[in-house]
Every structure is written in structure tokens, then in C-alpha cells.
């Protein structure tokens, strides 16, 4: 968590932006501390727990989105650049890609002008 810039933060969060406009992505988080390969039910935990976390510190309502992903879990791909989108398959299930994913595919090209 950013504690050490909230004021920062808060500040910017905080400029009148439209309803639904502004995500967080709680990114890297299969290095938070729970392997979700042996424990899916603590990561879970944890991850639910850390927005709710993120919610509080800065008074983030349910309208706005909130993502929890592991974009490369265990640095499967590092620096490489030039990989399949395959190559995360066997991590679909947990690493929250897909939602955001699906968030973004969601979003309307008439919505975008209010934002």
C-alpha cells in the first residue's frame, strides 16, 4: 500500500473526477505473501482484505473499481517481450487479468468523453 504518499494521493483522488472514472489496480500481488497455487482461499483472503484496506485509507466508495491482479505471477515471463498470451493460461484462474481485462473491453467509446 502507497501509505507513505496518502496525503499525496488523496489529494488526487479527490479533484471531482465523474463517477467510475478513476480504477486502482493492486498489481504484483503474487508477491503479497500468499502462493495462490497452494492456498487459493488465503490469497483470496488477503487480496479481499487489501481493498477493503485501500477502500478505508481513502474513503473509496463501491463504485469505484477496484483490481487485484498478478500480471506475471512467479516473473513467469521477466523481461521477455515477446511471448503468447498462453503462457499465462495456467494462471487465469486467480490472477485477476481477466477481470480487468473484461473491465476494460466493457468500457464504452461513447462513455469516453465524460472521462
Known sequence: MATAERDVL????????????MWFVISRFDEAGVDPEYDLAEYRELSARKVRELRELFELDDRVPVFVVSQDPFQTAGPDTHLSREIWDDFRGWDGMRDLADAFEAVSPSALPGW
Not at 10 to 21: M, Y
Open 10 to 21: 488523496r489529494k488526487l483522488f479527490t479533484q471531482g473526477w465523474p463517477v467510475g472514472t
